[in-house]
């Protein structure tokens, strides 16, 4: 009985000096209102699954939080000498996964097949790829159907798998839920990244833990030795969290609260403009508008018209009153950190009212017309208030707008399908390179391009300006047809921006970070303070 | 009798397959799962390929066709959102919104049967009057409104009770539960009185008026002019006679807290069916949509059913 007693006790010592030890150790606690989709990392290109996966898993080269370029599994890359067509990396020597498999070429090459087949969500940014072959170990080329300068910048959420892993546990295929299928892979991780995924209830609690075989060991702060991620979609409840100590981080302060959160003792809000532009598009291809009160033409088809709407907004009274100072206007729909802004595109026309007026009456619209505004109203920062603010600006040039605010589900389907006459859009350019905005905003819809252009615009000299941008190596050259394209578009005006957005993340005190473009957290770059 | 048990139970299987009927009418005015399924980068081909997969280019009897079919085979799809098998998914949330019903149906039944007592025997009392007005305050609240205040209050401020959540659970067999940990029980009490208040004022007025009339029987009057002790007047004779309509009623109420803990479960990022279907509705997750109006369904027709047979068993006269 003694015995048993005293066996009883050690083991509760051991349990208890287990728990100290845990908390000791400097245990993160992470929310954001999403949820990652899946653990498969090629299944879903969306944010909050590719911010899980980056802690999981690498990519060849990852962007660091600066938005700059960085070696991960591949430490150097650059054209072959010998064909245009090729890329060669040289791949991270000894790097293994969690599972204690080593990293090599075979890997890779797995990894960029299995992102470009029918299933993978990430096959587009590999559209240009026609082979990946391993020439040695560390050795890999990429093979594309012509020559691709920014091929690199695609592959920065591409990330690698283990073959082995994979075809053991017959993942070898992305997850897809299209043909009802359960893959091993959407539950199970196998990555080479600085957090070992422990356990994971989704919409509960995601538990990773650091590791202890990272290449990176040195190399970067990972102050963080465990993440717990929780999703807390109600933002009250989100702020309430980070104020209680309940959470140590959270992505998305809610504007509303930051005045509170920023007063709050031990607490830090972090703020930096996002990759992300929000912006109306006007429907100019259509031969007449659906819910408009002109018959038979479309007013947006005029030039002048769209000048009018452009010279209209007020974008400095917006970031005044709907995004309490918390935006950025825009004049092009292509954010700062993006290649081919310049300062001068995004400068925005001076409001003005009595020009606005005055073209509207040079196109024959002088009474004005109705129109109906889609907006959506759970997606972007305050949606639905920017739309109501343009509604009122609008009125004043006699464009009277209805104003039809849907959730996200039933808002984008109305872009693909054409079926809206004036609506929202925000766009972010994870590529940040111009290509990837005309290749979605501006080509003309077909199969394998511009179907994110519910504009019906299309022109033909553009459209071939676009795709030359694929192929062109001379990057002089390539960035001048860029510019060249920017100049078009901002004499077409076929979206009017409005800002872009600015992230604000809550951090307690303890921890340290700068704020990533693309909201894309990379936690082994977090310090402690 | 068996005539009628029979007409009883087919008329609410015709009940559940005219909710599908409905559900799966309405799915399409929920939005469209395509874009929130293929991200940002989707061509219009990945669009027409998914759509044809999926079977949402058929007319949503079809699709309601095609899930009968499976879901009598026991197979409830593939959620949307998650990649995951739907009855997975939702024995896996079940045990969580339970939980919480069962807890906030026994806060709302004690607190507002004593409440109500108090209420009826102190009928022009201070406290009782303060009571009622309160109760006034606690009907016409909105759910989200009394969840975000109490959390304000009792966490942010007082820190004594955590914001979302709930706690630690332990795992026994299939089932999760909140009940035997201390993070666990406590994460349980903000959410369970924001889920029981309107329960508890209902049922709080509803045990008052019945009091009220009570006291005013006859058989009442008799008791105290034969000189028995108010404690044994109301709690022996008063109290029996009320509680058969409060019964009736918290049945009925305990299956409405199951269905509409939606809003509580997605203020308190409580992991349950609640905060799975809103989730569901926000992808357009067309399988667990169906899952769970069916299973709410299920669940509404059955406590009817069993209240129609209970009927039977209670009054001779339907068994003719």
């Given at each position: ?85 090729v ?97 091993f ?8 990244g600085?957090y ?18 990272y290449?990176?060991i ?42 509170r ?50 010279i ?34 995004d400068?925005?026309?001076t ?14 619209y ?13 997606r ?20 009277e ?5 849907l ?29 990837y ?59 009017i921006?409005?800002h ?9 005190d ?13 936690f ?6 | ?15 559940l ?11 399409r005015?929920v939005?469209d ?48 959102r ?26 709302a ?25 309160l ?17 304000y ?73 034969r ?30 807290i ?52 209970l ?8 068994r003719?």
């Amino acid at each position: 009985m003694m015995m048993r007693a005293a066996a009883l006790g050690a083991a509760f010592l051991a349990t208890t000096a287990l728990t100290t030890a845990a908390v000791s150790a400097e245990t993160l606690r992470w929310a954001r209102a999403a949820e990652a989709l899946t653990l498969d990392p090629h299944a879903q290109n969306e944010g909050p699954t590719t911010t899980l996966m980056h802690q999981i898993y690498e990519p060849l080269i990852v962007r660091n939080m600066e938005g700059q370029m960085e070696p991960a599994l591949a430490t150097s890359w650059e054209p072959s000498a010998e064909d245009p067509n090729v890329w060669v990396f040289t791949l991270r020597e000894g790097v293994t996964f969690h599972g204690g498999q080593e990293f090599d070429s075979a890997d890779a090459v797995f990894s960029l097949e299995r992102a470009m087949t029918e299933t993978s969500n990430f096959k587009e940014l590999l559209s240009s790829v026609s082979e990946v072959r391993a020439v040695g170990p560390y050795a890999l080329e990429i093979v594309t159907d012509g020559p691709n300068p920014l091929l690199p910048n695609n592959l920065t959420n591409i990330m690698m798998m283990d073959e082995g892993w994979a075809t053991e546990n017959g993942a070898e295929a992305v997850q897809d839920y299209a043909a009802g299928e359960d893959t091993f892979s959407a539950r199970n991780t196998n990555g080479t990244g600085p957090y070992v995924l422990e356990s994971r209830e989704a919409d509960v609690r995601t538990v990773l833990s650091a590791n202890e075989d990272y290449w990176g060991i040195g190399e970067f702060p990972l102050a963080a030795s465990e993440i717990i991620f929780t999703p807390i979609q109600n933002p009250a409840t989100r702020v309430a969290a980070l104020l209680t100590g309940e959470v140590d981080f959270i992505q998305d302060v809610p504007v509303q609260d930051l005045g509170r959160v920023a007063e709050a003792e031990g607490i830090e809000v972090i703020t930096a403009p996002q990759n992300r532009v929000i912006f109306f598009g006007l429907n100019v291809g259509a031969e007449d508008l659906a819910n408009d009160s002109v018959e038979g033409a479309n007013p947006f088809a005029d030039v002048r018209v769209r000048q009018a709407i452009e010279i209209a907004i007020n974008r400095e009274a917006i970031q005044q009153v709907v995004m309490r100072g918390q935006s950025e206007p825009a004049g092009v729909i292509n954010p700062p950190p993006v290649n081919g802004w310049t300062e001068a595109l995004d400068e925005y026309p001076t409001y003005d009212v009595a020009a606005a007026q005055a073209l509207m009456e040079e196109a024959g619209y002088g009474d004005g017309f109705s129109v109906q505004l889609d907006c959506p109203n759970d997606r972007y920062v305050n949606d639905e208030a920017i739309c109501q603010a343009a509604v009122g600006m609008l009125a004043q040039i006699g464009i009277e707008v209805n104003l039809s605010a849907l959730p996200r589900a039933q808002h984008f389907p109305l872009i693909a399908n054409g079926e809206t006459d004036f609506y929202m859009l925000g766009w972010g350019v994870p590529t940040y390179d111009s290509e990837y905005v005309f290749n979605f905003l501006y080509h003309t819809q077909t199969e394998g391009r511009g179907s994110w252009n519910g504009t019906g615009y299309s022109n033909p000299e553009m459209d071939a300006m676009i795709v030359s941008l694929a192929s062109e190596v001379d990057l002089d050259a390539r960035n001048q047809t860029i510019a060249d394209l920017w100049a078009m578009a901002e004499e077409e005006v076929i979206y009017i921006p409005i800002h872009n957005q600015i992230l604000n993340w809550g951090i307690a005190d303890g921890w340290d970070t700068v704020v990533d473009a693309d909201d894309q957290v990379k936690f082994k770059y977090f310090v402690a303070e | 009798m068996l005539s009628y048990i029979l007409r009883r139970v087919f008329q609410s299987v015709l009940v559940l397959l005219v909710v599908g009927l409905v559900a799966f009418a309405m799915f399409r005015f929920v939005g469209d799962p395509i874009d929130t399924m293929l991200g940002q980068e989707r061509t219009m081909q990945d669009i027409e390929r998914l759509r044809e997969t999926l079977g949402l280019n058929k007319p949503f009897f079809v699709q309601y066709w095609d899930f009968l079919v499976r879901a009598v085979q026991g197979d409830l799809g593939i959620s949307y959102r998650q990649g995951r098998p739907v009855a997975e998914i939702i024995a896996e949330r079940l045990p969580a919104t339970l939980e919480l019903a069962a807890v906030s149906g026994a806060f709302a039944l004690i607190f507002g049967i004593v409440m109500g007592i108090f209420t009826a025997i102190r009928r022009d009392g201070f406290a009782a009057n303060a009571i009622m007005t309160l109760s006034l305050v606690g009907v016409s609240l909105p759910t989200f409104l009394i969840g975000i205040l109490l959390i304000y209050v009792f966490a942010v401020e007082l820190s004594w009770l955590p914001s979302f959540g709930r706690g630690d659970v332990v795992r026994l067999g299939g089932w999760s539960t909140g009940f035997l940990t201390q993070s666990g029980l406590v994460a349980l009490i903000l959410p369970s009185i924001t889920l029981g208040l309107y329960q508890m004022t209902l049922i709080m007025r509803l045990v008052r008026s019945e009091m009220l009339e009570v006291l005013r029987q006859d058989y009442i009057r008799f008791a105290r002019a034969r000189g028995l002790r108010d404690r044994a007047i109301h709690f022996r004779h008063a109290l029996k006679n009320t509680l058969v309509p409060v019964i009736t009623v918290t049945g009925l109420q305990l299956g409405s807290i199951i269905a509409f803990a939606i809003i509580t479960e997605t203020v308190f990022q409580w992991p349950g069916v609640g905060l799975l279907f809103i989730n569901a509705i926000q992808f357009v997750d067309i399988p667990v949509m169906a899952a769970y109006l069916m299973l709410i369904s299920v669940m509404f027709v059955g406590i009817n059913l069993v209240v129609d047979l209970l009927y039977v068993a209670i009054d001779p006269r339907l068994r003719a």
